[in-house]
């Protein structure tokens, strides 16, 4: 669920399939209006993602989309630090920004290894990529990252404002005055994308609407602004005057502090690993990837290694997707991040399976309920496009007339049961089987391709090779 700022909630399908409809009804109509005779099934259509992004969130993406109209063969979820990857690759030029270096260098020849990082409002996502023959990449380091994007330097503002005025006038200010406290944030947006932080006498001067101090009077009667600023901060650090708010060096630094701290612990971790140490360079793309503080933090961890931000990084990601929709197939190998699997039933082994999980099924045989059955393991390899999964199911009972089993994640590579702490209910694939005439005989050849930036299904009968109605779904929780 999705809330407004003054606590209303709306299942976020919703929302999201609303926006993308109303802009997708604007594109037709801007194209209809220049007199060109294009339908919408016509247009392959590109929506990006997080990487990061669970396979239940980007499931429920694509339905959103798919409320809309668009058909789902005519839709293209792409992961957004690949996006903006084959932006860059496709650059005339790029400038890199590495010591001030200006000189151009091959970093997408074949062979190079790069990161790539993709600082957003919300999440940092990240992945390293060798480029192959062909200018194919391979995901040498699965992709990863956390919500530690600039939305983290927002709150760290937004708690700041209310250590002056309280909890409670920021929020009535918030809540009455929703135009002044969007220009805030707005103007906060371009502060923190602009201040370098190199001059130790320069100071931060931000607007603050009028209405933000009517607030402060109302819920602090008799008090003064200097006064609320002396309780918790340094008068030589903030200075409020008028619809002025004057921020020193350091305090604005300690804005940015928990971000950033999240944000190099991470980098440097995967810099250490053996599989990427010869990265050569990092490339920053995203909003928040245009703030030089960040710029300037990533590079001092980064010893060597040359720092690319392209113009108009902010935009690398969506004019990335274009290229995307035209070359789908660019990126043909990624790392599975998880082992998945199915719920099943093995048989029992005396002194390896857990004696409470000992049943017999309906013919005789002793078996191990629970047990995880792995169909792809966590660090695997995966070619785009071939399958990474092919198996054989078969009913349980006589009169079964479908079967419907678990898909399960787990960050282990070699889980046991699906009780295990490290897995995960993820979702549910359900297979039709209404003829029952062949008895327990009777089963689906079922095939997963994993690796692509969603995970897909397919089905079909054991006997007849027909193919089974299938149904897959990973969100497991639904309120839409």
Known sequence: MLRTSDGK????????????????????ETIKTQGVDVS?????????????WSDAAKQMMREAVERTGIARNQLILALEPEAASMLCKNLPEVLLLYEHCTDKVDTFRSGAKYMVFDAGGGTIDITVHEVLKGGFLKEIYAANGGDWGGTKVDEAFEEFMESIVGKAAFQHFKDNDIPSAIDLQRYFEVKKKTFTGEDIGTKTTLIVPCS???????YNRGKQIADAIEVYHCSTDVEWKRDKVRLSQKKTLTLFEQSFKHITEHVCEILSKPEVKDCEAILMVGGYSECSLLQ???????????????????????????????????????????????DSRKRFKEGVHRKDYRVIDESGEICCKNSFSSLVKKGTHINIGTSSFTDTFS??????????????????????????????????????????SLGLDRGARVTMYFGGSEVELKAVDKHTGNEIRACFDLLVKRND
């Open 9 to 28: 909630e709306m299942s976020a399908i919703k929302v999201i399939s609303a926006v993308i409809g109303y802009l997708k009804g604007h594109l037709m």
């Open 40 to 52: 919408e099934s016509d247009i392959r259509w590109v929506v990006t993602v997080p990487t990061i």
């Open 212 to 218: 933000l101090l009517k607030s402060f009077r109302k």
């Open 296 to 342: 300037d933090a990533i590079r001092t961890i980064a010893g060597g290694i040359r720092l690319i931000v392209p113009s108009d990084a902010n935009l690398a990601v969506l004019k990335g997707a274009v290229i995307n929709g035209h070359c789908p197939d660019t990126v043909s190998e990624r790392i599975c991040k998880y082992t998945y699997g199915t």
């Open 395 to 436: 009913v349980a009972t006589l009169g079964q007339t479908g079967m419907c089993f678990g898909l399960y994640a787990s960050t282990s590579v070699d889980p046991l049961y699906i009780t295990d702490a490290s897995c995960q209910k993820i979702g549910a694939i359900t297979l039709d089987m209404p003829d029952t």
